[in-house]
Each structure stands twice: as C-alpha cells, then as structure tokens.
C-alpha cells in the first residue's frame, strides 16, 4: 500500500477541472503542484455545432464523451436559446460516470453507458443496437481520435462530429511547476488524457527532456490510450487502474506496491 502523504504531485489537469482532484490528493496528504498543461477553449466557428443543435430531433443518438463535452453543449444551447428539453428527441450515450453525473444534474439521464471508459467502449456498447440508418451526434474535443464516427459509420450510422470545444496548449510552464520539474523536487506525476503528456514534452523542451526531468518520478496514467502516449514519449508507466476514472487511479495509486 502507498500512502501520498508528503507526496509532491505533479497535476497536469486544465485549471478548469483540477480542483475536486487535487482537493482530494491534498486530503489524502499529498503536496500538489499544479502544473496545467491544456487550456479548455470553444471551438474556432460555432457554426456546425449551432446547426445541429437545431436539428437535435433529426438525431437518434447524441454522444458526450466527457463532463466538459455536457458543459460546453448546454452553454451552447443556453446561447441558442434552447433547454434541455431539445434533447428528449434523441438517446444519449456518455463515457464514463462523471459524464453522467453532469448530465443528470441538468435534468437528463443517460440511456447507454459503456462498460470500458473509451472509444472502443463507445463501439462495443453499441454492437448489439441495430445502427443502420441511424443519425448520430457526437460533439467532440479537437484532436479527438476518429474511433467514435468512423467504427459507427461501419455499422450503419450517419455520424455528424463537429468539434465543440479545444484543447490548446498554455504558452509557458507555472514558475513553481517549472522549477519542482528542475529541481528534482516531486514523487509523481500524474497524466488525465494523452495531450497532458504530449504537452508537458513540448513546454519542457522535448520527449528526451522530459525523460530527463521525470527520472526517478512515479508516473501514473488514467487509462490506455494516455499511457501509450506516455511510452511513445519514452516514459515507464508504473500505476494505470482498470477503469478510466480519476477516483479509480486515486485508489489504484494507494493500493500500489510502488513506493
């Protein structure tokens, strides 16, 4: 068992979204380092996310794959004019349960929540509902991986994937994340999504600078697809639970051997 208390933790998470985790690192003992590596932005035109919006009941299926994909649709829908009932037209699947906590807490509830907290998730959830023919929404982060539209097109979906909010880079390093990263100062790192990682590389300098940096340094990753990002970066992942949750790497991270 690993205890965090005393721990330095590096915290790559958007600044938007960091504060329940590091407040539940911090209770554990832990000595965050906030160390933002993404920006949360809207997307460069509104436009086809607008217009498909409007035509909400043309659509089958709506698919939100994340709690700030439910906060930047219902934004966007407020702007528009629309409330949540121009969603009752269509089923909603979501990844994960934070999404379907966000969700539910303005009113809707989810019809479909895959087991595994991915897109190949997403397409297993759906293999045994008959797509063809069907018209699917799925609001995306920039960036984000083709697996959703282009699997589901394969089983017969009209798939509509405009992007609905981006994830940019900050131009520099926090003074005392930098200086924690240089001065050898932290236990572990910690990576929520691929571009954490591949952002922290490039304000450090690079995949071999980072390497560098996080020598001797715990790495844990939320899930699959961000721990191979962090091995294409040449990093050793030593702790990645079973489910793709930030209160599932807290728990895997205390039942860790790694010390």
């Not at 690192?25 to 809207?42: D, H, K, S, Y």
């Not at 063809?132 to 798939?159: M, W």
């Not at 909010?165 to 790192?189: C, F, I, N, S, V």
Request: charged fraction near 20%; include cysteine.
């Amino acid at each position: 068992m690993v205890s965090l208390a005393g721990k330095r933790v590096l915290v790559t998470r958007a600044a938007e979204q960091a504060g329940p985790f590091i407040s539940q690192l911090q209770e554990r003992g832990a000595r965050v380092v906030e160390c933002p590596t993404i920006q949360l932005a809207p997307p460069e035109q509104w436009e086809p996310v607008d217009a498909a919006l409007r035509q909400l009941s043309d659509f089958d299926w709506l698919i939100l794959t994340s709690a700030n994909g439910v906060r930047f649709l219902f934004e966007r829908l407020a702007q528009l004019g629309l409330s949540a009932a121009a969603l009752q037209g269509c089923k909603i699947c979501v990844v994960g349960p934070k999404t379907a906590e966000a969700l539910m807490r303005r009113g809707v509830t989810a019809h479909l929540v895959p087991e595994q907290f991915t897109g190949e998730g997403v397409v297993a959830a759906f293999a045994g509902i008959d797509l063809r023919g069907t018209r699917v929404l799925f609001p995306k982060a920039g960036g984000a991986r083709d697996v959703i539209p282009r699997l589901l097109a394969e089983q017969g979906a009209e798939v509509l994937d405009p992007v609905l909010y981006r994830t940019l880079m900050p131009a520099q390093l926090p003074e005392a994340a930098r200086h924690a990263l240089e001065g050898r100062k932290l236990d572990l790192a910690i990576f929520s999504a691929p571009s954490t990682v591949q952002n922290l590389a490039a304000l450090v300098g690079g995949a071999d600078r980072l390497a560098q940096l996080l020598q001797g340094v715990l790495v844990a990753s939320i899930g699959p697809i961000t721990s191979r990002a962090c091995r294409e970066l040449g990093l050793t992942v030593a702790v990645e639970p079973h489910q793709a949750t930030l209160s599932d790497l807290l728990a895997a991270l205390e039942n860790s051997t790694i010390s």
